[in-house]
C-alpha cells in the first residue's frame, strides 16, 4: 500500500472555479507535507509546505492539514487554465534526520476555458 | 536562483545494457535524489545521499546503483535496461525540507 495516496486521479473544473485535492497518509511518522505541481515536460516545483494544523492560504491556494486524520488537502479557488497540470502530495517523517520524501501518485487538473 | 541540469534529455537504450544518468546542481545543497516517474503512478525514491559520498537506497533501488562523488553532481546507473522499460527520471536537491527538481532524462528501451 502506497504511503501517500491521493484523490481524485483526475478531475476538471470550469475557469473560475474552485479545484479541491486530497492526500492521506497511512503511516503516522509523516508529519511534514508538501504540494507540488507539474507541468507538462516540466519537472515537480513545490507550491507550498504546511506543518501545523489548520489552514494556510497563499494567494489563490489554501492548504489545510487534520493531524489527526493524517488528511490534507489543497483548495485552488479562481481557477485558471495555467493551473492546470498534474498536482502531488508529497510528506516527509518527523523522525530527527529523515530525508526521504515521499510523493503520492498525483491528481491531474484540468482547467476548461 | 540556481538550476539542475540532467543529460542526457532522452535516452534510449537496448535491453540488458548499463545506462548511466548524469545531475548537476549549483545550489550547493547536499541533500539530492533521484525519483523514477511512470505514468498513473507518482515519483518513486530510488536513491538519496545527504552529503558527498554518501549514498542511501530508496523504496525502488533494485536494479539501480548511484554516485556522488561531488556535492554538485549525482549519478544514477541502471544496470541492464529491461525491454520495453519506459520511464523519466527526475533529480532534484533539497534545503530546509524544500526539494528542487531538474526537468528529466525520459528512458526508452528497446
Known amino acids: 500500500q502506497q504511503k501517500v495516496q491521493q484523490s481524485p486521479e483526475s478531475l476538471s473544473v470550469p475557469e473560475g472555479g474552485m479545484a479541491s485535492l486530497n492526500c492521506t497518509s497511512s503511516?503516522?511518522?509523516?508529519?511534514y507535507f508538501w504540494w507540488y505541481r507539474q507541468h507538462s515536460g516540466e519537472g515537480p516545483k513545490a507550491l507550498m509546505?504546511?506543518?501545523?494544523?489548520g489552514d494556510k492560504k497563499e494567494g489563490r491556494f489554501t492548504a489545510h492539514l487534520n493531524k489527526a486524520s493524517l488528511h490534507v488537502s489543497l483548495h485552488i479557488r479562481d481557477s485558471q487554465p495555467s493551473d492546470s497540470a498534474l498536482y502531488f502530495c508529497a510528506a516527509r517523517s518527523a523522525s530527527s534526520g529523515s530525508w526521504q520524501l515521499i510523493f503520492g501518485s498525483g491528481t491531474q487538473l484540468t482547467v476548461m476555458p | 536562483g540556481g538550476i539542475i541540469t540532467q543529460t542526457p534529455k532522452f535516452l534510449i537504450g537496448q535491453e540488458g545494457q548499463k545506462l548511466t544518468l548524469k545531475c548537476q546542481q549549483n545550489?550547493?545543497?547536499?541533500?539530492m535524489y533521484w525519483y523514477r516517474q511512470d505514468s498513473g503512478k507518482g515519483l518513486r525514491l530510488i536513491y538519496y545521499s545527504i552529503t558527498e559520498n554518501d549514498l542511501q537506497k530508496g523504496d525502488l533501488s533494485e536494479g539501480y546503483d548511484a554516485s556522488r562523488e561531488k556535492k554538485s553532481s549525482f549519478s544514477l546507473t541502471v544496470t541492464s535496461a529491461q525491454k520495453n522499460e519506459m520511464a523519466v527520471f527526475l533529480c532534484a536537491s533539497s534545503i530546509h525540507g524544500r526539494v528542487f527538481f531538474g526537468k528529466g532524462t525520459r528512458l526508452t528501451v528497446v
Open positions: 503511516d503516522r511518522n509523516f508529519q
Open positions: 509546505s504546511i506543518f501545523s494544523d
Open positions: 545550489f550547493n545543497h547536499d541533500t
